[in-house]
DNA sequence: AATAATATTTAGATTTGCCTAAAAATAAAA
DNA sequence: TTTTATTTTTAGGCAAATCTAAATATTATT
């Protein structure tokens, strides 16, 4: 039932890199964690024997149930930590993060039920990432078409309001996904058209049509 | 700059059984800290090194200026953490000590310096214990005279009104010293007479004059 | 499909903090 | 002041979490 703060903090990279379906790669977590992907893999065998993870060599790995229990658990922690750093002691909502990584790993069950309740139970967390309520469930951001959205601001892709297939080929072709990182460049009044830009590739133009039917969530700065 | 949650938990345990000119030794520490003779050596051979505490070999050890500075800093943090947990949370008394124990290892100063003044600067944690300042001082608490205690309260002696050679023979004689917790069983309203207690001894009774001499602090339970 | 490139795992060490058992020093008792 | 008892230290090991270097799988490229 208790974990060192290195589980936990495996716990949570995993819970981060996860993405629906997909595995998540030795490597990817051995840069997550700035560690060297040995050390990985000598983590992910008793991870998996403590039944935290799904994990066969080569394979990369996923959270078992029980893991992601535990991972939203810890999410929960970490956000309301920042919430009450943010909130009550007044710091920067850029400063709060590193304080709330040391903050998370304090255990007591009670400590969190209080500070939730002190704190009003908030549901999103000063960067507007939510925060899972003690049974773990979490509040989903407000999903917003990407036509909304003004110059300069990041969403990440959520859901579309059109499925068919001539939208999901147009979108294939672009390499938008479920989970794409969107950063609006400029608008064309004109035609209400959109330059936008996603990871590693050159900006390209979506049409009005297009962007209304892109569902997306804000995504705090980085 | 940093240390680690054994050498802090260390600290504070020389910390809190060292008396003055006195010297800690290493079955005391491995007592408190409920660990083997052998493993209080090899720490204090680190902490040595590291100029937290004064050692030599089978002569025990003590904390070095450093030592004491960090020892205040960690005592601050747990009984600011104390309050916190106490005055904002709803905690009993006796329910904050465990889990300010693993909050007093999260280092940052900032941390600690906005808590402080979230709190108001509080000098007393609910137990009665003084909170040390960001420069490590700390407010005694305030001497009250043995005869104005009550049945069942206990004290600490910390000092005498007067100490002349007659009165330091007596207290001698009682086994009476600074640093003596001592507990008041009754109070004999006839000639204003004690009846108190100190450990390791049968009760005895001191006269009023004599109570009226002792100057103590109020102790917390234990 | 064979080869080259990349990703992952194994093997063997290291550090921290702890342990047990035996040796050495100190303190207490005869 | 010997002898006995107690305290402390040394020596050698163990588990957790990490590392480097070498071996092995997988993936990509020709």
Redesign the interface.
């Known amino acids: 039932m208790n974990y060192t703060i290195s589980e936990e903090n495996y716990i949570k990279a995993i819970f981060r890199l996860q993405r629906a379906g997909k595995t998540v790669s030795t490597n990817a977590l051995a840069l997550e964690l700035e560690t060297k992907p040995a050390s990985i893999t000598d983590m992910l065998k008793k991870l998996k024997a403590k039944k935290l993870v799904l994990y066969s060599p080569y394979q990369g790995c996923r959270l078992s149930s029980e893991g992601s229990k535990l991972a939203l658990s810890i999410v929960r922690r970490h956000r309301l930590w920042e919430y009450f ?1 943010a909130e ?4 920067k909502w850029d ?1 709060v993060h ?2 709330a990584e ?2 998370e790993h ?3 069950k ?2 969190i039920e ?2 939730d309740a ?1 704190l009003g139970f908030p549901r999103f967390d000063p960067h507007g990432d939510p925060i899972p309520d003690s049974t773990g469930k979490i509040t989903m951001p407000e999903l917003v078409k990407l036509i909304t959205l003004r110059p300069c601001e990041r969403a990440r892709v959520s859901g579309l309001t059109d499925q068919s297939a001539d939208m999901l080929k147009l979108l294939k072709q672009r390499k938008i996904n479920i989970g794409t990182i969107v950063t609006i460049n400029k608008k064309f009044e004109f035609d209400q058209s959109l330059e936008i830009e996603i990871p590693e590739s050159i900006p390209f133009i979506i049409s009005e049509q297009t962007a209304q039917n892109i569902l997306v969530q804000y995504e705090p700065e980085s």
Chains 1, 2 share one sequence.
Do not use: G, I, M, T
């Open positions: 750093l009550k002691l007044q710091f400063e590193e304080v040391e903050l304090v255990s007591s009670q400590l209080r500070l002190f």
